[in-house]
């Protein structure tokens, strides 16, 4: 489903030009989970901006489901991540001064769902994230750090995506909230056959996966399997 070959991705211009991506390659099949790991500044978000189809690469092809999206315009991008894909970011990007259920609910909006039914696949995807239903009206400046990022989860659910893709989504956790996040990404890998590509800098959150992607200096550096299969539901009974 997900085809990059030789994508690069350089920002600026002249002097003042960085080459982020130095030619990655890679295959992701429908149904993996696979982790990205690599030092800070390695390129791990650029590339998934590229993979959600929010950032097109310098050069390279990256082929979505056998459709060339990298050359698409921001019109064409819009509409396959709308239909597509779940994006969990690093910086959350929540609306502030917006309730937790609107926050959530936006993206089906977008996507011309009724109100009654986007209510309830809102108020479904923010359960699943571990969300509490005493919280859903609170405003999103009034959270907790981890419970932003369980609204942040819980917006990358709602459109039901077949590709979801995660930047960190445990980085401020507790070790508990952290294994029901990742319960909740397992499961919908697990029961639901979604891809799911999580970008960690903790080993234990990578060994979650079934394969693991280094990534330095613009390049990937290794391509294995996970050693362990270590199930965070099972552990949670989910
Ligand atoms: N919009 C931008 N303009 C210029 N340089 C950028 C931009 N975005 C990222 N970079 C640079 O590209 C490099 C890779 O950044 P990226 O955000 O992909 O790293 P990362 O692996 O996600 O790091 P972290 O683990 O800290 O999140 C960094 O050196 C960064 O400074
Ligand atoms: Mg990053």
């Known amino acids: 489903m997900i085809d990059v070959r030789n994508i690069t991705k350089t920002y600026g211009h002249g002097d003042t030009a960085f080459q982020a991506l130095k030619g990655v390659s890679f295959t992701i099949n429908d149904g993996e989970f696979v982790a990205i790991m690599g030092p800070s500044g390695s390129g791990k978000s650029t590339l998934m901006h590229i993979l959600g189809c929010l950032d097109t690469p310098t050069s390279g092809t990256y082929l979505l489901d056998s459709k060339d999206v990298s050359t698409m315009n921001d019109e064409e991008l819009a509409d396959i991540r709308k239909d597509n894909i779940g994006f969990v970011f690093q910086s959350f990007n929540l609306l502030p001064r917006t309730t937790v259920l609107r926050n959530v609910l936006l993206p089906l909006v977008y996507a011309g769902v009724g109100e009654e039914e986007r209510e309830n696949r809102a108020k479904k995807a923010l359960i699943s994230a571990g969300m509490d239903e ?81 990534v330095r200096d613009g390049q990937i550096i290794s391509d294995t399997k996970a050693h362990k299969q270590r199930s965070a539901r099972h552990a949670f009974g989910k």
């Open 134 to 214: 005493t919280h859903f009206l609170h405003k999103s400046n009034e959270l907790s750090g981890g419970q932003i990022q369980r609204v942040a989860i819980a917006r990358a659910l709602v459109n039901d995506p077949t590709l979801i893709l995660a930047d960190e989504p445990t980085g401020n956790l507790d070790t508990k909230t952290g294994e029901i996040v990742l319960g909740t990404f397992q499961k919908l890998n697990e029961d639901h056959g979604r891809t799911i590509v999580l970008i960690t800098h903790e080993p234990d959150v990578a060994e979650h996966a079934q394969r693991i992607i280094m």
